[in-house]
């Protein structure tokens, strides 16, 4: 059984950083799919950035150049750094594993099995 629990979200000023934690178990993250997905109310959830089994990162074109997803195998967590934040960053941010060692090349919510409960993210200026 895989359990991921998200950690490291809160109230964060306009241009400042946070580092989100998703703590694995019931599963090795070094051989799969890793995610960071957001989503506010009433809008879908949509990919940040992922990782693959062999530790490439995509990144959404919102989160280029700004953002840095990374994985601590000898923990089984995975990160997300996220730099000059803006309230378009606010959302409630969820990690996501996939079943298999590749990413796909879009991050779709319906190709991730394994969610964690999701951590909240508020900007503000």
């Known amino acids: 059984q895989v359990h991921l629990v998200e950690s490291g979200g809160g109230s964060v000023q306009f241009g400042g950083s946070l580092r989100l934690s998703c703590g694995a178990s019931?599963?090795?993250?070094?051989?799969?799919?890793m995610a960071w997905f957001r989503q506010v109310p009433g809008k879908e959830r949509e990919g940040v950035a992922q990782?693959?089994?062999?530790?490439?990162?995509t990144y959404a074109d919102f989160v280029e150049g700004r953002s840095h997803i990374s994985k601590d195998i000898t923990k089984n967590i995975l990160y997300l750094q996220m730099n000059n934040l803006t309230a378009g960053d606010t959302a409630t941010y969820y990690c996501?594993?996939?079943?298999?060692?590749?990413?796909?090349?879009?991050?779709?919510?319906?190709?991730?099995?394994?969610w964690g409960q999701g951590t909240q993210v508020t900007v503000s200026s």
């Open positions: 996501a594993q996939r079943s298999v060692w590749p990413c796909a090349t879009l991050m779709r919510p319906e190709d991730f099995g394994y």
């Open positions: 019931g599963d090795l993250i070094s051989y799969r799919c």
């Open positions: 990782i693959n089994g062999g530790g490439t990162p």
